[in-house]
């Protein structure tokens, strides 16, 4: 009797999730896995359920699915439906391929992270997640590591409410049966049908991505110039993905990582103050969060916080800060930058004469007496194009209330300019405009890629708050009164007060309103008004209200 077993491998894959696909991965131990597409980027991992070797093929299809041919002749066409079609397959086989073939879960694609990949896959007891080839598998109790190697080891997990089926996961392979591993004898002793319908219903798969989120530096411990009360936090996140520090549930800092995932920032804290730091990373994959706890020793010194080392400028215009001592003296390549009473200095901009790698000497004579000297190295090239200004067309207090925003970019040496890969038009020598679209609420980073004529490419990033839950309201001007009109959210309420006293409660909104306030504002006559116009939706959320003071006159 030929016993197939399924085989896990661990994998990397470019994918677009706009088009179907069918990508096959070929490991060294031979294991296949394919992710097909479907409809409105829907796609469904398969697992093949054969060990092959070198003589095994895998063969396009007529209709664009796969066929696994192995030395045997069995074979499985994977068609565009959900259905598997098998032949030549031994009788005791087919339970387990159809089970375990075809697995619908939600629409995600793999999402590359600085040349690595990650990704979960949920069962109701078993966690699996790959990150650059490296799986991490954790049980229930997450809190628990199982296995971590470059292939899975081999693991145990009972599925739920059954005391001898589990999931055991060896050198890449996984099958289903007795802890022991005697698949054969389980299958013998009660049949493959029952055996395998139960762990059907035992097993939810679920392929999702997950962002990434690590702090390197600083380690429990960490030094900070006496009274500056500033350190550096750097870690490791998605791409671009927007990082905020928390303290005590008060946001202290946010920075966007680079195309690297790398990001770096100074926090404020106070020297012997130990505290317990909630890093999270917003990205298009989700949220990730993590706490750090840090404790900081006083000490005397020289910290810079601009520019960091590496960075590329195409502008010889290069802006130094940071903090040291009170009362120090501070200087960069000869140039003294003041320092102010609680020890910050800069922003000051140095010029520099020539491009290339530039090793910028600080200076600080410490007003301990403490004489500091720090390297900071960084490159010019200012053939490279850069982005000048950035703008968004209608925001209101920092934040967008459509999806879609209109966005103007400012450049240098620049003849195509791009946002999140779509080309924006040029409407001036370095000048651009486009639109930039979003599918989710909160912090968006944007990448935009500029090119010079002769091709060179520079990247930079942007962030946008959106928020087109919460209702708007636009108030038209000029203001008549005692007329007033405007637009809000459909179905918003909209509450109006002169004086901080109500006059119209809450009037839904069919998307616009207008109101005579003749009456209303009648006592009010030969004086000056304030008048407040808020909105509110039906769960609450509050638009940002309208106030504007008027002198009213009705004989006017």
């Not at 479907?38 to 070797?53: E, K, N, Q, Y």
């Not at 000048?388 to 067309?393: G, I, K, P, Q």
């Amino acid at each position: 009797m030929r016993l197939v077993t399924i085989v896990f491998t661990t994998f990397c894959i470019v994918c677009t999730c706009a088009m179907p696909y069918a990508v096959t991965v070929f490991p060294a131990n031979g294991t296949v896995m394919v992710l097909r597409g479907g409809a409105a980027g829907r796609w469904t991992p398969v697992l093949f359920s054969t060990v092959i070797d070198a003589s095994d093929a895998v063969r396009t299809a007529p209709d664009g699915g796969a066929w696994l041919v192995t030395p045997g002749n069995d074979y499985i066409l994977l068609g565009n439906n959900a259905t598997a079609q098998l032949s030549s397959v031994s009788d005791t086989a087919k339970p387990m391929m159809s089970s375990l073939l075809l697995r619908r879960g939600k629409a995600y694609a793999a999402v590359k992270n600085s040349g690595r990949f990650v990704w979960e896959l949920v069962t109701p007891t078993l966690r699996v997640r790959v990150n650059n080839g490296r799986a991490l598998v954790q049980a229930d109790d997450e809190s628990r590591m199982l296995a971590e190697s470059n292939t899975i080891a081999e693991i145990i997990v009972s599925a739920p409410g059954k005391d001898n089926e589990s999931m055991r996961l060896s050198s890449g392979k996984m099958i289903f049966g007795k802890q022991d591993g005697s698949l054969s004898a389980e299958i013998a002793a009660r049949g493959a049908d029952a055996l395998f319908a139960e762990v059907r219903a035992a097993e939810q798969w679920m392929f999702r991505p997950v962002p990434s989120l690590a702090v390197t530096v600083p380690q429990l411990t960490t030094r900070v110039p006496r009274s500056s009360g500033r350190f550096e936090l750097r870690g490791l996140s998605d791409p671009f993905a927007v990082i905020t520090v928390n303290n005590d549930a008060i946001e202290i800092g946010r920075v966007s990582a680079n195309s690297n995932g790398e990001f770096s920032l100074h926090i404020p804290i106070q020297p012997k103050q130990q505290c317990d730091l909630q890093v999270t990373a917003y990205t298009i994959r989700g949220v990730a969060t993590l706490r750090h706890q840090v404790r900081c020793m006083p000490e005397a010194g020289l910290d810079i916080i601009a520019p960091r080392e590496g960075d590329v400028f195409a502008s010889k215009g290069i802006t130094f800060s940071g903090i040291t001592l009170p009362g120090s003296a501070v200087s960069v390549q000869g140039y003294d930058i003041r320092v102010a009473s609680n020890g910050m200095f800069g922003p000051a901009e140095i010029q520099f004469r020539n491009d290339g790698v530039i090793r910028a000497n600080v200076h600080c004579t410490g007003s301990n007496g403490v004489v500091t000297n720090r390297i900071r190295t960084f490159t010019i090239d200012t053939s490279l194009p850069a982005l000048e200004w950035f703008t968004v067309e209608g925001l209101r207090n920092g934040t967008a209330l459509s999806p879609d925003v209109t966005v103007r970019l400012g450049t240098k040496n620049s003849v195509y300019a791009s946002i999140n890969g779509f080309p924006l038009t040029r409407t001036g020598k370095n000048t651009f405009e486009g639109v930039a679209c979003v599918f989710a609420d909160g912090a968006q980073t944007f990448v935009i890629e500029l090119m010079t004529a002769a091709g060179k490419k520079f990247r930079d990033a942007r962030t946008i708050i959106f928020d087109t839950e919460s209702p708007y309201l636009t108030v038209k001007e000029p203001i008549e009164l005692p007329s007033l009109s405007g637009v809000t959210k459909r179905g918003a309420f909209v509450t109006v007060r002169v004086n901080d006293a109500i006059v119209i409660d809450r009037s839904e909104s069919a998307g616009f309103f207008s109101f005579d306030l003749s009456k209303k504002l009648a006592p009010y006559k030969g004086h000056n008004v304030k008048i407040t116009v808020s909105c509110e939706d039906r769960y609450g959320r509050k638009g940002i209200p309208f106030t504007v003071t008027r002198y009213f006159d009705l004989s006017h």
